[in-house]
């Protein structure tokens, strides 16, 4: 009777994991959204009231910090994991011109319900808060970019060697409403949309300022 109730336990187990991979499939594949509905949610995240009160904001202090006066990345863990939150703005063009999916920390749990931030060494959470996106380098992940923390909320980003980087677990597209793979506090997104970043980073000849920030 143990023998039979473990493989029932097995079995079940194994079930499990093929349904959540089938799932995963579904929204990954089967529900990819096309490159107009991508524009077409670029442009509402950009005319939403949050993105206009932090925004100009934001814009003014990269000019005054001596930041790229072309670019601002925004990290908006208001809206779901499952959905694009990283957005690229091209301040010339007042515009978003790339969106992507971004992971947030789980704080040292085994799956964070919700979200918690903290800026203490060891915490393993999202901190809030302007970074400044310094140098490239090679790393466990490999392609990263250091982060240094410019608020009292992420003043130990660089000692917590919070950076951005590139992981697997992230999709390309959007998976809502499943959520994707959480961090140690980093902010994780696709080796594919991390070459988009790259591009806009490597071409600036000024440090890039990222704004990560929860409306709530």
């Known amino acids: 009777m143990k023998l039979l109730k473990r493989l029932f336990i097995l079995f079940g187990l194994l079930l499990t994991v093929m349904l959540s991979a089938a799932a995963f499939y579904y929204y990954s594949l089967k529900k990819m959204p096309s490159a107009n509905e991508i524009l077409k949610a670029n442009i509402s995240y950009k005319n939403s009231t949050a993105f206009k009160i932090?925004?100009?904001?934001?814009?003014?202090?990269?000019?005054?910090?001596?930041?790229?006066?072309?670019?601002?990345?925004?990290?908006d863990m208001h809206i779901a994991s499952g959905k694009n939150r990283f957005f690229?703005?091209?301040?010339q063009k007042d515009s978003i011109v790339n969106s992507g999916l971004v992971a947030h920390g789980r704080c040292n749990q085994e799956w964070l319900e919700g979200r918690r931030y903290g800026n203490e060494v060891g915490c393993g959470c999202t901190s809030l808060g302007k970074y400044k996106v310094g140098n490239p380098y090679s790393g466990r992940f490999g392609r990263a970019y250091k982060l240094v923390g410019l608020d009292s909320t992420n003043s130990n980003a660089f000692k917590r060697f919070v950076v951005l980087h590139a992981h697997q677990c992230v999709p390309r597209k959007e998976v809502d409403p499943l959520g994707i793979c959480q961090s140690d506090g980093c902010p994780t997104v696709s080796p594919l949309f991390l070459e988009h970043l790259t591009k806009y980073i490597d071409s600036?000849?000024?440090?890039?300022?990222?704004?990560?920030?929860?409306?709530?």
């Open 54 to 75: 932090v925004a100009p904001s934001l814009v003014k202090y990269s000019s005054q910090h001596k930041m790229s006066n072309r670019y601002i990345f925004f990290v």
């Open 204 to 216: 600036s000849t000024d440090p890039i300022l990222l704004y990560i920030y929860d409306r709530t």
């Open 88 to 91: 690229v703005y091209d301040i």
